[in-house]
C-alpha cells in the first residue's frame, strides 16, 4: 500500500510544480492565520500549538492549525487540533475530510507552513488555502508560497519557535 501512496505523491508533485502562488483577492484583513505542519511526532506538535499561542497572545491573532498526520490512525485517536491523516488520502491524489473542508473554507490573512518534511499533501492544501500571504520555511515547491524562507531552522533547534516568530512579525507589519 506505501508504493501506492508514493505512485499518489509523485503525481500531486507533478500537479503542484505547475502552480504558483495567488493571493486571495481578499483586500480588508480578517485577523486569521492558518497554520499547517506535520504532526507526525511530539515535538513538531509542540512547537505548532506554542507557536499557535505566542501568536494568538502577542499578536491578538486567531489561528487555525491543522496537522497532517502521516499513518493511519486508531479511529478512537484524538489530539488537540485539527488533523488528516493517511485514511483521509489513502491511495487518492487529493484528501478529503471534514477537517480540511472546515479549514478550507476560511479566507486567511497568512498561511504559515511549518512542514519540515515536504509532505506533497500539505503543499497542495497550501495551494488550495485562501491567504493573502504564504509563508513556508525551506518548502520543496517555493513558486506556491510569496514569502519563503530559505534559512536552516531545524524544528529540534531551541530557536525554531522564536525565529519562525521574528520573522512572521517583520512579515505581517
Known amino acids: 500500500m506505501k508504493w501506492l501512496r508514493s505512485i499518489a505523491d509523485w503525481f500531486l508533485l507533478q500537479y503542484l510544480r505547475n502552480e504558483s502562488f495567488q493571493d486571495s483577492k481578499n483586500s480588508t484583513k480578517s485577523g486569521l492565520v492558518a497554520l499547517i505542519f506535520s504532526g507526525d511526532h511530539l515535538p513538531e506538535q509542540q512547537i505548532a500549538i506554542e507557536l499557535s ?8 491573532l486567531r ?3 491543522l496537522a497532517f498526520i502521516n499513518k493511519k490512525l486508531d479511529p478512537n485517536v484524538t489530539f ?3 488533523h488528516i491523516s493517511l485514511q483521509d488520502v489513502g491511495a487518492k491524489l487529493f484528501p478529503t475530510s471534514k477537517n480540511l473542508d472546515l479549514f478550507l473554507q476560511r479566507d486567511y490573512d497568512y498561511l504559515l507552513n511549518l512542514d519540515t518534511q515536504n509532505y506533497p499533501i500539505l503543499h497542495y492544501i497550501s495551494k488550495k ?3 493573502r500571504h504564504k509563508l513556508a520555511i525551506n518548502p520543496r515547491l ?3 508560497y510569496d514569502v519563503v524562507l530559505r534559512e536552516q531552522i531545524e524544528s529540534g533547534d531551541d530557536t525554531y519557535i522564536e525565529k519562525t516568530l521574528d520573522i512572521f512579525r517583520k512579515t505581517y507589519a
Do not use: G
Not at 499561542?53 to 491578538?60: A, D, G, L, Y
Open 53 to 60: 499561542s505566542k501568536i494568538q497572545k502577542e499578536m491578538n
Open 80 to 82: 488537540s487540533f485539527p
Open 129 to 131: 488555502t485562501k491567504a
Open 63 to 65: 489561528v487555525y492549525p
Open 142 to 144: 517555493p513558486r506556491l
